[in-house]
């Protein structure tokens, strides 16, 4: 059965206490050392007494790790240690279920062989398939979504190894009003998101204390700037914070509201099969209406109006107004077309 991140975690903290001989480690200290780790990691949330004995019993099945656990009294109370002290699940060979894991991780990693700045890549493949014994030479089952044109690809790693060390970034970045100018931002880097085959940097601006949002293509250069504290992102968590979001632009100034759309016939199957957003629901089958519930913005609308048609907004009437203004200057730009063709007969 695959390991989700959690679990992991916690089998590899127990793992540790485990080994340590020079303390005991009760129930107790068990279940503190995982939620001490996990808090680490960004996980929240309380580790069970029936969790933790959960964990127990898995690491030493066959499924597991096959672990040799003494289980040795200390007055009314139990502590726990490897009955060999030099044991670590970290020195047993992979599972089934791991191997298979791993295997579809180097397919996942695959994508990227062949772009410049992904070369390193082509080395931990070709690692990770000698050192785990794994079939190499399968051929291509899954292609991905990915434009290798994109500007300021060079900049994705940089900015990943900023945020994971806490580094502030000084950004020299092409804004597009006004004219387009230059301008650079400090910025202490939190996240990286993907939509639409761009990649976009979220971070916070030292001059405003905001959150600042740069698509990487529009970057011209990246210096780091040591002499500036970091500072931590302690306000916005970025596994929910696009939840309630098409696209990656977050206007937290708006509240979600439902949006009702109209499809043709002959679109709501697709509409159904590959919903808007998450929180699709259906509310009239028969009249291929249905309702979402998500923060307008500007990805958004070119969602619906990329259906051209097919599509309609029917609430709340301010988004639906907003989106038949796009409508109208899009029918403006072709209005002159029929009056061409029947001028040119």
């Known amino acids: 059965m695959p390991v989700n991140k959690n679990a992991n975690i916690r089998y590899r903290t127990l793992d540790r206490c485990f080994r340590d001989t020079r303390r005991k480690y009760f129930i107790a200290d068990l279940i503190s050392a995982c939620e001490q780790e996990l808090v680490a990691y960004n996980f929240h949330g309380g580790v069970s007494r029936r969790q933790i004995f959960d964990d127990i019993n898995f690491m030493e099945s066959e499924s597991g790790y096959s672990i040799k656990l003494d289980k040795l009294r200390d007055g009314k109370k139990v502590y726990y240690r490897y009955a060999d002290p030099s044991f670590s699940i970290n020195q047993q060979p992979l599972s089934h279920a791991e191997a298979q894991q791993l295997q579809?991780?180097?397919?996942?990693?695959?994508?990227?062989?062949?772009l410049p700045q992904y070369l390193w890549i082509e080395e931990v493949i070709t690692n990770l398939e000698y050192r785990f014994n794994l079939d190499g030479k399968s051929v291509g089952l899954v292609c991905f979504d990915q434009n290798p044109l994109l500007k300021g690809l060079e900049y994705l790693g940089p900015i990943i190894d900023a945020a994971t060390a806490r580094k502030v970034?000084?950004?020299?970045?092409?804004?597009?009003?006004?004219?387009?100018?230059d301008m650079d931002f400090i910025i202490h880097p939190y996240y990286l998101k993907q939509y639409n085959n761009r990649w976009f940097a979220f971070g916070r601006n030292d001059a405003t204390g905001e959150i600042t949002n740069l698509a990487l293509d529009r970057i011209k250069a990246i210096t780091p700037m040591p002499e500036v504290e970091y500072?931590?992102?302690?306000?916005?968590?970025?596994?929910?914070?696009?939840?309630?979001?098409?696209?990656?632009t977050v206007h937290r100034h708006k509240a979600a509201e439902t949006i009702m759309l109209r499809a043709t016939p002959s679109r709501y199957p697709y509409l159904e099969s590959k919903p808007l957003h998450p929180s699709q629901r259906v509310v009239d089958r028969k009249q291929c209406i249905f309702s979402i519930t998500v923060r307008p913005n500007l990805e958004l609308e070119q969602?619906?109006?990329?259906?051209?048609p097919d599509l309609e907004v029917l609430a709340p009437e301010d988004f639906r107004a907003q989106v038949a203004e796009k409508v109208k200057k899009?029918?403006?730009l072709y209005a002159n077309v029929q009056t061409d063709c029947t001028k040119d007969s």
């Open 104 to 114: 579809q991780a180097i397919i996942t990693l695959t994508r990227f062989r062949g």
């Open 169 to 181: 970034l000084k950004i020299n970045y092409h804004t597009y009003k006004n004219g387009g100018r």
């Open 231 to 248: 500072y931590l992102n302690t306000e916005i968590d970025f596994d929910h914070h696009f939840d309630d979001v098409v696209g990656a």
């Open 303 to 308: 969602q619906i109006l990329s259906f051209g």
């Open 330 to 332: 899009l029918y403006n």
